[in-house]
């Protein structure tokens, strides 16, 4: 059974957790820690795993640790685990946004096996969608293991450029916003046209879920299947035609490069925090 310590006991922490419980990973095989104490109780609560205040605790019998803090906050944990890392010499897996392998393996110990990974929140309900990257001490039956981990909660791609998780954070790490922030705006439409609430984000989040669907479950072109709902001279066209007026692929395209390029900020204020 291999053991798992999340450092860190917040929404993706959560969300990772839920996802490797419902495919039948053991709630005894899973601590974490979480300063917070409510949010300790919380994860107690609902998960029935074992929290601890103190990083080292959760870390003490761990053969992979999840490091799921917050960028900024990764610095200041490895002095707290050096001894454990020393003993243990877990796998390292570390989910936060932009840190990259060399400040990792600076922070933590070069001799240490490291996956930077981006996951997204779906991994909750096990739809999640993650991005990888392995260092060179990461052993075959390690990376096995990684993406173990993470195929218990969703689908998993490696990718052969460590600036890439960069770009899988712009996709897929952030990715769920904007289909939220697009269904709020169907929403608004709707509402603005004199729909209820209710049944407006009912019907904009079953479209998005239907959508998502067919795109995965027929595996056709998204542009295939864009065709089959736009009738020539149609509403669908319409539509198109008034986003394609307001530029909808280069908003997207500069909203993916905002998102991958604030990654790459988020680690270089790390090594330069003035
Ligand atoms: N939320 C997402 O959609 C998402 C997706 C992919 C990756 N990530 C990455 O996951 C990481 C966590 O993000 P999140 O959204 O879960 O943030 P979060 O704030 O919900 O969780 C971070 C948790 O770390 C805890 N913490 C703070 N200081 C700590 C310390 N010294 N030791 C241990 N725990 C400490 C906080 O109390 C908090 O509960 C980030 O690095 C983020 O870039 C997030």
Redesign the pocket.
């Known amino acids: 059974m291999t053991r798992i310590a999340f450092?860190?006991?917040?929404?993706?922490?959560r969300s990772l957790i839920g996802g490797l419980l419902k495919t039948g990973v053991a709630a005894s095989s899973i601590t974490v820690?979480?300063?917070?104490a409510e949010?300790r109780q919380e994860l107690g609560r609902d998960f029935a795993i074992a929290c601890y205040a103190e990083?080292r605790l959760a870390a003490a019998e761990a053969d992979v640790l999840v490091l799921?803090?917050?960028?900024q906050?990764m610095p200041?944990?490895h002095a707290e685990l050096r001894d454990t890392l020393a003993r243990q010499r877990p796998m390292l897996i570390s989910?936060?946004?932009g840190?990259r392998i060399d400040q990792l393996e600076r922070w933590f110990g070069h001799a240490l096996a490291i996956v930077r990974c981006?996951?997204?929140?779906p991994a909750l309900i096990g739809a999640g969608a993650t991005g990888l990257f392995a260092n060179r001490r990461v052993s075959p039956e390690q990376r096995a293991q990684a993406q173990h981990i993470m195929d218990a909660v969703g689908l998993t791609r490696w990718v052969e450029d460590e600036s890439l998780i960069d770009t899988v954070?712009g996709i897929s790490?952030?990715g769920?916003a904007y289909f939220f922030a697009m269904v709020e705006a169907l929403e608004d439409a709707a509402f603005s046209q004199g729909m209820s609430r209710e049944a407006a984000r009912a019907l904009a989040a079953q479209t998005c879920l239907g959508a998502g669907r067919m795109l995965v479950e027929t595996g056709e072109d998204p542009g295939v299947l864009r065709q089959r709902v736009t009738s020539p001279n149609g509403t669908t066209q319409a539509a198109l035609e008034s986003l394609a007026a307001d530029h909808f692929h280069q908003i997207i395209a500069r909203a993916v490069a905002a998102a991958t390029r604030r990654g790459a900020e988020l680690a270089a204020a790390l090594d330069d925090p003035s």
Do not use: C, F, L, Q
Not at 33 to 36: G, K, L, N, V, Y
Not at 118 to 121: A, E, G, I, K, L
């Open positions: 450092i860190g006991g917040g929404n993706m922490a820690a979480e300063p917070r949010a990083n799921a803090v917050k960028p906050i200041a944990i989910i936060a946004a840190v981006m996951p997204n929140t954070t790490g952030s769920p």
